[in-house]
């Protein structure tokens, strides 16, 4: 798993994240790592509770370390990792979309470090439908489902507010009509990465 988690970050998440949202650019000969480990989180604690923390990009590292480092909780991590149809406790690719997510957070870090954090968190959730992966679940099920009056810019920090910063995030790129012929890549002659 950890073999193929390396390649899916290697062969899909870099890139098509550092297409969308620029490129690493800095830290120890820009090298990226991923960190996973069980995070010490309220769930840590106590496992009657229902919500973690599926990963973090985690700053401190590049400014005391000059390390790009990026954190993935181990959590039920059979059951969160890979292909997952026909289990029914698993979610598929959940823990390839949480780097994604992460990633984006390490990426806008270097382009625009004082960003809203409901843009911010937006783009994140975007970044996981761009490597198409599920975007699904918790974020969008709180906002759409138990929380639909949530503030788009008034940051609580909740599941819900992740929901609405990525809906928003997915109405403007269907507006914008993405790249206008369905595809996934971003449009060199208008971010001029080859146009």
Do not use: K
Not at 14 to 35: K, M, W
Not at 71 to 94: F, K, M, S
Not at 120 to 126: H, K, M, N
Not at 162 to 179: F, K, R, V
């Amino acid at each position: 798993q950890i073999d193929y988690l390396g390649e899916e970050l290697r062969s899909q998440i870099v890139e098509v994240d550092e297409d969308h949202f620029g490129p690493i650019a800095g830290g120890q000969d820009n090298a990226l790592i991923t960190l996973v480990y069980n995070v010490t989180d309220g769930s840590y604690y106590d496992c009657a509770e229902t919500t973690y923390t599926a990963g973090y990009f985690a700053p401190e590292f590049l400014t005391e370390y000059d390390l790009n480092v990026m954190v993935v909780d181990a959590y039920d991590w059979a059951n969160r990792i890979g292909d997952q149809t026909g289990n029914p406790i698993g979610r598929t690719e959940l823990y390839e979309g949480v780097i994604a997510h992460e990633l984006e957070h390490l990426l806008q870090n270097y382009s625009d470090p004082g960003e809203l954090s409901w843009v911010d968190e937006g783009l994140a959730d975007f970044a996981v439908f761009l490597n198409d992966y599920d975007v699904g679940g918790s974020h969008l099920t709180y906002h759409q489902v138990f929380h639909r009056e949530t503030s788009l810019t008034r940051w609580g920090g909740g599941l819900e507010n992740y929901g609405a910063s990525y809906t928003w995030t997915q109405y403007l790129w269907e507006q914008a009509g993405g790249n206008g012929d369905g595809t996934y890549t971003p449009d060199g002659e208008y971010d001029d990465a080859g146009g």
